[in-house]
């Protein structure tokens, strides 16, 4: 059972464009949401997170939109820089248990110049 | 500041070999800590984690084991692999509940 899922397992975008990554979840259990850079052979940093009280958050050029009734997120990155060409993850947990998160299967971003 | 290490980077071991890999955590005291594993071409799965020393939960049954016996150390171990065990495994830090998890740089195992 994927309780995280991301439906896109790579985007495309031009530098300089606005580059969107989604991600649904069907837990509605869950309320702290994250979302994680990734490169090869290395461990996944941490981008920026969210939490259910919220909708939106933002830092510099990221920004995370939280949808409740549609248990969906999204993170933008704008502007598209070549640094960005990663695997993102986004990743989920709830107030039970000891902050396990569950996350999705990572979408594969390139930022073409 | 807080760091998270990881040893041994990369691991090739035979089938039916023995497994420990080590996860040490500076700069914090009392974190939670967990055991990722990253297997090819998927997301990461949790395996297991510890708030306290001594203190270990599976999330997934497997052939693979946790320990802490230090604060700030974090140990998966294996007394025979399967082939199944290949992959990337990764540790990770948090200051306590609801905190945001670090991770380290990950040890990437291929049984053969």
């Known amino acids: 059972d994927q309780q995280v899922k991301q439906n896109s397992p790579s985007l495309s975008v031009q530098e300089g464009r606005i580059s969107i990554l989604n991600c649904d979840y069907t837990?509605?259990?869950?309320?702290?949401f994250l979302w994680y850079k990734k490169y090869p052979a290395e461990g996944p940093t941490f981008l920026i997170s969210?939490?259910?009280?919220?909708d939106k958050n933002e830092d510099g050029r990221f920004t995370v939109f939280l949808n409740k009734s549609a248990k969906h997120l999204s993170l933008h990155i704008v502007p598209s820089q070549p640094g960005d060409s990663a695997v993102y993850f986004c990743?989920?947990?709830?107030?039970?248990?000891?902050?396990?998160?569950?996350f999705g299967q990572g979408t594969r971003l390139t930022i073409n110049p | 500041s807080q760091t998270i290490h990881q040893w041994p980077a990369t691991l090739v071991q035979p089938v039916g070999s023995p497994l420990s890999l080590e996860c040490t955590v500076e700069?914090?005291?009392?974190?939670?800590l967990y055991w990722y594993r990253q297997a090819a071409g998927r997301g990461l799965q949790l395996l297991f984690y510890?708030?306290?020393?001594?203190?270990i939960s599976s999330e997934v049954p497997q052939n693979l084991s946790a320990s802490r016996p230090q604060d700030r150390q974090f140990i998966l171990s294996s007394k025979k692999l399967l082939l199944s065990d290949s992959g990337f495994y990764l540790c990770?830090?948090?200051?306590?509940?609801?905190?945001?998890?670090?991770f380290g740089p990950g040890t990437r195992l291929l049984v053969l």
């Open positions: 990743a989920a947990s709830s107030v039970q248990g000891a902050q396990k998160l569950v």
């Open positions: 700069g914090t005291s009392n974190p939670n």
């Open positions: 969210i939490s259910s009280i919220k």
């Open positions: 990770a830090w948090a200051s306590g509940i609801q905190e945001t998890q670090y």
């Open positions: 837990n509605s259990m869950f309320d702290y």
């Open positions: 510890s708030v306290g020393i001594g203190q």
